[in-house]
């Protein structure tokens, strides 16, 4: 007898049980032993599921458009990178989701978390060497100021918070839904985020989706080239030209336009110095591949 099957979309994951939503109706379901071979099942995952002996079982994984590592999601349209005054904004990784959304064709948009305790000189100062790239929104979910306008990023696309612990993703979830999820505030003494999501969920608002997701403090860049990391800084194409070697990484080479646009003041210097991180940790990685 031909088993009925259902196409959905894996909403949440606890413990190899996956919750498939398909239209209106959510469904706990299992995963068939060979696609848990194959690689992991994200959330965000496009599935189809078969009901056996009364259960529901994952039967296929659709191909996905996208992926990403740390949280493990798939299928994201956007995401909302969420910063705030403290923990202090680690820029490093903002860096790296941003270089990361572009390689994956995620869009990234840069939210700035408890705006009520930041002056607007602080926010601005974050902000301005990203906001001719990607947008770039401040909200408070204590205040509950701006979330209209994150509804405008949400509304008929999946998204994904990403940033650090504390900075108030489930803060904000919470803003947007009225849901009572668990948070915690920072620790005192070393003011960095109490990690509360334990795993990654999808939840509906503005008529779209939203991943709540778990704060990480790392994130790593392997799957591109070192030469290649100029191309997913914006700010830098329009300057490539100027360079006097067509390859030119801006780092070591002779008369580029892009060191001179920093020496200049016309790029932003510590956005710079990342950039250089980045690319001798790509570096490395890739030397150690072959040692």
Request: hydrophobic share 35%; proline share 3%.
């Amino acid at each position: 007898m031909k088993l009925k099957s259902l196409d959905g979309k894996v909403v949440k994951i606890v413990s190899n049980r996956y919750t498939v939503k398909c239209g209106d109706k959510s469904y706990k379901a299992f995963a068939r032993g060979k696609l848990r071979l194959q690689g992991d099942i994200y959330v965000g995952d496009n599935v189809k599921i078969v009901f056996e002996r009364g259960e529901a079982v994952i039967d296929e994984v659709k191909p996905r458009i996208n992926s990403l590592i740390r949280p493990f999601v798939a299928n994201v349209d956007s995401a909302l990178i969420v910063v705030a005054k403290e923990p202090e904004p680690d820029m490093l990784l903002i860096d790296k989701i941003i270089i990361n959304c572009h390689l994956e064709g995620i869009t990234p948009v840069l939210v700035y978390n408890k705006s009520d305790l930041a002056t607007d000189a602080e926010i601005n100062a974050l902000f301005k060497p990203y906001e001719d790239y990607i947008d770039c929104i401040k909200v408070s979910a204590y205040t509950k100021t701006g979330l209209n306008e994150l509804g405008q990023y949400i509304k008929d696309k999946v998204v994904c918070f990403a940033g650090q612990s504390a900075v108030g993703k489930t803060s904000l979830l919470n803003a947007i839904l009225d849901l009572n999820l668990k948070t915690d505030g920072l620790s005192e003494k070393i003011k960095r985020g109490k990690n509360t999501t334990r795993h990654v969920e999808i939840y509906e608002a503005f008529d779209g989706m939203v991943m709540d997701t778990c704060g990480f403090s790392m994130l790593s860049i392997v799957s591109i080239d070192e030469n290649d990391l100029r191309y997913y800084y914006e700010d830098f194409l329009p300057l490539q030209e100027g360079c006097r070697f067509n390859s030119c990484t801006h780092t070591e080479e002779p008369d580029c336009a892009v060191k001179k646009a920093v020496e200049k003041g016309a790029l932003d210097k510590a956005r710079y110095d990342r950039y250089i991180a980045i690319f001798e940790e790509i570096k490395e990685h890739r030397r150690r591949q072959y040692d």
